[in-house]
T-cell receptor, first 118, second 114 residues
Framework: AQKITQTQPGMFVQEKEAVTLDCTYD???????LFWYKQPSSGEMIFLIY??????QNATEGRYSLNFQKARKSANLVISASQLGDSAMYFC???????????????FGQGTILTVHP | DTEVTQTPKHLVMGMTNKKSLKCEQH?????MYWYKQKAKKPPELMFV???????INESVPSRFSPECPNSSLLNLHLHALQPEDSALYLC?????????????FGPGTRLTVL
């Protein structure tokens, strides 16, 4: 079974500052992928960044980076230079990779609501 | 085209009504998903279709009936719903090849059951 834990129900950050959203996970699968999604109040889930369990380097996508510490089972999202439009719910999720096939059920954390102040 | 579309955006129905939610993608994805999401909670997987065949049913009540008529289209037929079924229903699609295969989500249908 897989489990994702996001311990920060809400986070506040000043515009242009960096913020880290925490995510820890637990799984018995030897190979897995970790995802971060953003959900604005409009409802649509927006994919932000992906980290494979065997990737040697931490993933980066523009202002988003993933601080992956495999031994600690953590996959924290770092948003640099926060913008007002970053205010949203953020979900960490994971999925097993079995036999090279990697689609199917995503296990989500409870989410963190990020509020960016001007 | 990297978009998943869902119709309708909003739906209000009585407990005796029959309605359908529609989802469409033209990205060539061969996996499609239905999720249910309550306010301030994570999405809960309901169904997964792979190559137009149902591959995962997360023990969803039979009042929800999915259908995948072709590789671009996914429907969710609703019948005799309960007020607790009121939620945001999200559709998603993804590739099934090796790789990250991130799921692309539609904007959702906000369902209210009276």
């Amino acid at each position: 079974a897989q489990k994702i834990t996001q311990t920060q129900p809400g986070m506040f950050v000043q515009e242009k500052e960096a913020v880290t959203l925490d995510c820890t996970y637990d799984t018995s699968d030897p190979s897995y992928g970790l995802f971060w999604y953003k959900q604005p109040s409009s409802g649509e889930m927006i994919f932000l960044i992906y980290q494979g369990s065997y990737d040697q380097q931490n993933a980066t996508e523009g202002r988003y980076s993933l601080n992956f510490q495999k031994a600690r089972k953590s996959a924290n999202l770092v948003i640099s230079a926060s913008q007002l439009g970053d205010s949203a719910m953020y979900f960490c999720a994971m999925r097993a990779i079995v036999g090279g096939t990697s689609y199917g059920k995503l296990t989500f954390g409870q989410g963190t609501i990020l509020t960016v102040h001007p | 085209d990297t978009e998943v579309t869902q119709t309708p955006k909003h739906l209000v129905m009585g407990m005796t009504n029959k309605k359908s939610l529609k989802c469409e993608q033209h990205m060539g994805h061969r996996a499609m998903y239905w999720y249910k999401q309550k306010a301030k909670k994570p999405p809960e997987l309901m169904f997964v279709y792979s190559y137009e065949k149902l591959s995962i049913n997360e023990s969803v009540p039979s009042r929800f009936s999915p259908e995948c008529p072709n590789s671009s289209l996914l429907n969710l037929h609703l019948h005799a719903l309960q007020p607790e079924d009121s939620a945001l229903y999200l559709c998603a699609s993804s590739q099934v090849t090796s790789g990250r295969n991130e799921q692309f989500f539609g904007p959702g249908t906000r369902l209210t059951v009276l």
